[in-house]
């Protein structure tokens, strides 16, 4: 059974990098059939794609964020990272991280919740 | 962007009822539709693939329709655990963009 675990810290200060991991078992990240996203949810609201990644290292980012966020992989460790720099209060919310397949998200991480405050 | 609008925002229902939620794409997106279920607290999860494609293990009471712009979920009979916010995304093309949500509640 896939599972998908976000790890990092909860609080982030204005102006500093966001930073998340997210750590994949019972599967092998190093697939040419999936991608790997990165969903968030600020609280009581929707939805919000980040970016995803392949294994080869292809990005694809939200051109919302895309001068602020980084994903890479670590196919050794099998794992694939956020960072979202410059943050500000309107990006606290739980994050998100999951498998893509053609576009959908079929398997999720629980999800963590990122508060940017001082 | 393809921006994604849903209705109703929200739709109060009973045990049993037949339930239908409309999601719309602002451009054609052929049938590169998903379809999630979310409680409070949980992640989001698939229900429907390719617009009209049951995930595993979903139960045949969900079901999707539509191509092009205008999309359909429908709950045949819906059960207590189906009470839970539905999001529908499109899967054409980067950037992937989610519907604000269809809250299903009693």
């Known amino acids: 059974q896939l599972q998908l675990q976000e790890s990092g810290p909860g609080l982030v200060k204005p102006s500093e990098t966001l930073s998340l991991t997210c750590t994949v078992s019972g599967g092998s990240i190093n697939s040419s059939s999936y991608y790997w996203g990165w969903i968030r949810q600020p609280p009581g609201k929707g939805l919000e794609w980040i970016g995803t990644?392949?294994?080869?290292?292809?990005?694809f980012y939200n051109p919302s964020l895309n001068s602020r966020v980084s994903i890479s992989v670590d196919t050794s460790k099998n794992q694939f990272s956020l960072k979202l720099s410059s943050v500000t209060a309107a990006d606290t919310a739980v994050y998100y991280c999951a498998r893509q397949v053609t576009g959908d998200f079929d398997y999720w991480g629980q999800g963590t919740l990122v508060t940017v405050s001082s | 962007d393809i921006q994604m609008t849903q209705s109703p925002s929200s739709v109060s229902a009973s045990v049993g009822d037949r339930v239908t939620i409309t999601c719309r794409g602002s451009?054609?997106?052929?049938?590169?539709l998903a379809w999630y279920q979310q409680k409070p607290g949980k992640a989001p999860k698939l229900l429907i693939y390719g617009a009209s494609n049951l995930h595993s293990g979903v139960p045949s009471r969900f079901s999707g329709s539509g191509s092009g712009t205008d999309f359909t979920l429908t709950i045949s009979s819906l059960q207590p655990e189906d009470f839970a916010t539905y999001y529908c995304q499109h899967t054409n093309s980067f950037p992937f963009t989610f519907g604000p949500g269809t809250k299903v509640d009693i």
């Open positions: 451009q054609g997106i052929s049938s590169w």
């Open positions: 990644i392949y294994y080869s290292g292809s990005t």
